[in-house]
């Protein structure tokens, strides 16, 4: 009897029970795990399809042991691979199997300090990619731009740096909607790159001098002597502090510091077409007089205004709690922050400690929290965002490594399915969590996924298929069971977690009897057996979690 | 399905990027029209005049024959004050009608659910297009967005499927593996729900296309594509009372006179075969066609384009709309423009409100925020 669990967050145990030959659905089972509680805590009825006889089936584990849901397909370092492949998943945007045992194999705490020293790691070619992709390098419309974020969220080899850079951008959400510049956008993402693992106070003031920044919140039209708010209060509202922790007099006061803080004069669009924008400090349009910022008075410049900022408890908790809903697991909409406490406060503490040890160095806080346990108890807690839903998906599939067309193709489908990058819906940014899914999201999200995965002429699936053919033929035969283990393995380590999923899996995985690779008929038939499987772990809601 | 072919339908055309309405409705008696589009202007010999000011473009010569016909209203000066010249926000502001602040519901959505309060037809509003558009969203509001009405369904890409059976194994997986399971969470559950309203109106709306037959041949391009789904999926019966599309890009910052020319000879076409279609089914009394952007261009243009203006035309067609010209078109005097855009006349809550009260039959005042200008165009 072999046990398996199966289970997102709460593992359900069961044993597999083989079924009796003249069994139809449900099946019969051995008296040993006659166990009717099952039937009526759960409300499982087996899938009939057609005249498909599922040769197993689960029930729930009577001694309630725990165990791996590999049964016969045992592997000694199962469980570092699914701490691995969470980690990808979430410091990256997931991993193929065969880099996920590399990496396992490393180690864990070495893989996260790779994870968080980029700059040690290849970075993208942009000679290569510009000599490839001309349009790409000043990108004249934001589909394009989109597409070469989308080529490096698939390609790079610095997977945290790329993840920081999507993090800050639904963080500081910058929207072309009316920035208009995709090229000047796509600066914003490389500026996260560079300084997204550095200290909160550099990447506020590199925030504070982005032409699109400064486009996108007004702060050009912010004037000695004639302020424009919007800066001021996003930056305090928004980007750091949080709601509550501000009056209305420091947004004044810090709008009045950013003064003099602009766009040098454009050179028109037309006829040319775009030109990048550059930041310019105009002193002359500068407020020198004196002014009071959360207790705080002198003649304060932007600056100052940032250094005083993030000495702020309210910084460390407000970022804190950014971290945790992105890093994870989903927590209410930002909005709803003074009103709803973390779901794990003691998480949010260690954040903060971290934060004030190390005034806001970003990498540290980062590596306290790869390293942590509630991170590493928190697989499946989140719902993908649609861009994870997607590169996540192709790294697995293979069919977007290197130079190939389509990259816009992918960025378009990710603004589809609820997330256009370069163009956040506001300033308070996406609404994450189960809000990125409806009807309509949600049936494309199951539409790409499992054209993806199902697709067996792509590499990535081909490697899966070779992995299931070479362990069906070191054993000899691969049961319903295995098959299915191992394609939820290859997914990076998926778990499904209600039985009925489980049961619909296996149910198609029995169908024609064992996989076989004697002649080409058998062949294709295992092939595309696989295929369907891959199709339905695609399809589930289990994998709309990463 | 309590709705029977008779209830009132409300499809939206949007005209995505921002219509030139100097150039769509034309005020051609007036000198500053002229001035101001020394190279952007419909040539005074094309235009296909309306009375003795204003003048349709010549592509929308279909159009006027409905308009003839008394059955199109053009409401005049639609916007809202402080029009923004992003597209995004302000076509966030039609969406929500929240001119103000940052608005998260949808006004069609609370249409949706006034109009089917139990979110028991998961067709009650549908969209043709890419993405849903935010006029329809609101949390618990099921909709259903459609991208190709001959392709649509959930698992319509997967590979490999080579018999009708084989398909219909795998959506029964998926509809067991989406259905309720105890213990877990909301999360499970609200993804449950949703991938279960596109599995439920995928069967129903794949049924549209086969119950269709028409002799009217629509025009070869995108919107008039998906006003013959429209028409398909009305046609069938299913209880839709809310569709959604839109066309464009109405963007003409270069080049304009070429583009314009071919959105609205698209859209002219489109909109004329689809009456027809319904004149045909005899359900043209049943529909209603809203077309708005959203806003107008820069009064004066640019040299071969114009930029981001304020205000625009919204129109009504349809056999029960009262045809003709409501509202004022604002003045193009410099002293009454704002920042060289036409100051808008009508506020388009009072638009939507007149279509919410006397075509839907619903309280206007919770969906739109208020109380606004009714008009008496249907």
């Known amino acids: 009897?072999?046990?398996?669990?199966?289970?997102?967050?709460?593992?359900?145990?069961?044993?597999?029970?083989?079924?009796?030959?003249?069994?139809v659905v449900p099946m019969s089972r051995s008296p040993a795990s006659l166990d009717t509680s099952f039937s009526q805590t759960y409300d499982v009825t087996i899938g009939t399809i057609g005249d498909l006889r599922p040769s197993d089936i689960l029930v729930p584990n009577p001694d309630g042991s725990s165990g791996s849901i590999h049964g016969d397909v045992s592997m000694p370092h199962r469980k570092d691979i699914a701490l691995m492949a969470h980690l990808m998943r979430r410091a990256g945007f997931g991993a193929p199997h065969g880099e996920l045992e590399t990496r396992a194999a490393m180690g864990y705490e070495a893989v996260v300090e790779e994870l968080l020293h980029p700059e040690e790691q290849p970075a993208i070619d942009e000679e290569?990619?510009?000599?490839?992709?001309?349009?790409?390098?000043?990108?004249?419309?934001?589909?394009?731009?989109?597409?070469?974020?989308?080529?490096?969220?698939?390609?790079?080899?610095?997977?945290?740096?790329?993840?920081?850079?999507?993090?800050?951008?639904?963080?500081?959400?910058?929207?072309?909607?009316?920035?208009?510049?995709?090229?000047?956008?796509?600066?914003?993402i490389a500026m996260f790159r560079e300084y997204g693992l550095g200290k909160f106070g550099d990447l506020l003031v590199e925030l504070a001098k982005s032409p699109a920044m400064i486009f996108w919140l007004d702060n050009h039209g912010n004037h000695d002597g004639a302020i424009n708010e919007n800066w001021g209060r996003e930056l305090l509202e928004l980007f750091s502090l949080g709601v509550g922790n501000y009056s209305e007099d420091d947004i004044r006061d810090a709008a009045r510091a950013f003064t003099g803080w602009t766009i040098a004069p454009k050179i028109p669009r037309n006829p040319l077409g775009r030109f990048y924008w550059n930041f310019e400090y105009k002193a002359e349009d500068h407020?020198?007089?004196?002014?009071?910022?959360?207790?705080?008075?002198?003649?304060?410049?932007?600056?100052?205004?940032?250094?005083?900022?993030?000495?702020?408890?309210?910084?460390?908790?407000?970022?804190?709690?950014?971290?945790?809903?992105f890093f994870v697991a989903d927590e209410p909409q930002v909005s709803d922050w003074n009103i709803t406490p973390p779901k794990d406060p003691e998480a949010i503490e260690e954040l903060v400690d971290a934060y004030n040890e190390s005034h806001g160095d970003i990498r540290f806080i980062m590596r306290v929290l790869f390293n942590s346990e509630f991170f590493k108890n928190s697989r499946f807690a989140r719902v993908k965002s649609p861009a994870e839903?997607?590169?996540?998906?192709?790294?697995?599939?293979?069919?977007?490594?290197?130079?190939?067309?389509?990259?816009?193709?992918?960025?378009?489908?990710?603004?589809w399915q609820g997330q256009e990058l370069l163009n956040p819906p506001s300033v308070e940014s996406w609404h994450t969590g189960s809000e990125w899914i409806d009807a309509g999201g949600l049936l494309r999200r199951v539409n790409f996924a499992s054209g993806t995965l199902g697709d067996i002429s792509l590499p990535g699936v081909r490697a899966i298929i070779n992995r299931v053919r070479d362990q069906a033929q070191a054993q000899g035969k691969l049961s319903p069971q295995a098959l299915v283990a191992t394609c939820l393995d290859s997914l990076g380590a998926l778990e499904v977690s209600d039985s009925t999923t489980h049961i619909e899996l296996l149910t198609h995985a029995s169908v024609g009897g064992e996989l076989a690779w004697n002649t080409p008929e058998e062949v294709s038939a295992s092939e595309k057996k696989i295929g369907k499987i891959l199709t339905l772990i695609a399809a589930s809601r289990d994998y709309q979690f990463a | 399905m309590t709705t029977t072919r008779k209830d009132p339908v409300l499809v939206i055309l949007q005209l995505t990027g921002a219509n030139d309405y100097l150039n769509t409705i034309v005020p051609y008696a007036d000198p500053l029209y002229w001035d101001n589009r020394p190279r952007v202007k419909i040539p005074e010999d094309l235009l296909q005049p309306i009375d003795d000011e204003l003048a349709f473009r010549p592509d929308m010569e279909p159009l006027k024959k409905l308009y003839d016909n008394g059955k199109m209203a053009i409401i005049h000066g639609v916007g809202f004050a402080n029009s923004p010249r992003s597209h995004f926000r302000a076509m966030d502001i039609w969406h929500t009608c929240e001119p103000d602040h940052v608005g998260v519901d949808g006004w069609l959505a609370k249409v949706i659910r006034d109009l089917d309060p139990t979110g028991e037809n998961v067709l009650k509003g549908v969209n043709f297009g890419q993405g849903l558009p935010r006029a329809m969203t609101m949390r618990g509001v099921p909709v259903t967005s459609v991208t190709n009405l001959a392709s649509y369904g959930v698992l319509s890409t997967a590979r490999g499927i080579t018999s009708e059976q084989e398909r219909a194994q795998l959506l029964d997986s998926f509809s067991r593996m989406y259905a309720p399971a105890i213990g877990t969470g909301p999360t499970m559950d609200f993804l449950g729900q949703a991938g279960l309203s596109a599995l439920k109106g995928a069967d129903i709306i794949r049924s549209a296309p086969e119950k269709y037959s028409s002799t009217i041949e629509y025009a070869k391009n995108s919107i008039a594509r998906s006003l013959r789904d429209v028409a398909q999926v009305h046609l069938a019966g299913l209880g839709t009372q809310v569709f959604y599309t839109s066309h464009g890009p109405f963007d003409t910052h270069f080049d304009q006179s070429g583009s314009h020319t071919k959105l609205w000879s698209e859209i002219s076409e489109a909109v004329d075969d689809f009456f027809a279609d319904l004149q045909e089914h005899d359900s043209g009394e049943e529909v209603v066609l809203m077309m708005f952007s959203e806003f107008?261009?820069?009064?004066?243009?640019?040299?071969?384009?114009?930029?981001?203006?304020a205000g625009g035309a919204a129109f009504l067609m349809g056999d029960r709309v009262n045809g003709g010209m409501y509202g004022t078109y604002p003045s193009l005097k410099p002293e009454h423009l704002t920042q060289g855009d036409?100051?808008?006349?009508?506020?388009?809550?009072g638009f939507y409100s007149t279509v919410i009260d006397k075509w839907l039959g619903l309280d206007p005042v919770p969906i739109v925020g208020g109380k606004f200008e009714e008009l008496s165009f249907v």
């Open chain 1, 1 to 23: 009897m072999m046990a398996v669990s199966i289970g997102m967050s709460q593992s359900i145990e069961y044993c597999l029970v083989p079924a009796a030959e003249t069994g």
């Open chain 2, 342 to 349: 036409l100051a808008p006349s009508y506020d388009f809550r």
């Open chain 2, 296 to 309: 107008g261009r820069r009064v004066r243009d640019n040299g071969t384009g114009t930029d981001h203006g």
């Open chain 1, 389 to 415: 839903l997607i590169v996540g998906t192709v790294r697995i599939a293979g069919n977007y490594d290197g130079f190939r067309p389509g990259f816009n193709n992918l960025a378009i489908e990710c603004a």
């Open chain 1, 128 to 188: 290569l990619l510009y000599r490839v992709f001309p349009g790409y390098e000043g990108a004249a419309g934001a589909p394009i731009s989109q597409a070469d974020w989308v080529y490096r969220m698939i390609n790079t080899q610095r997977p945290l740096e790329e993840k920081m850079a999507l993090f800050w951008h639904q963080l500081f959400a910058t929207g072309n909607s009316k920035v208009d510049n995709p090229p000047e956008l796509t600066r914003q």
């Open chain 1, 287 to 325: 407020d020198e007089e004196e002014k009071t910022f959360l207790g705080h008075t002198g003649n304060l410049n932007g600056d100052d205004i940032i250094g005083i900022i993030v000495d702020q408890p309210a910084s460390s908790r407000f970022l804190a709690r950014h971290l945790y809903r």
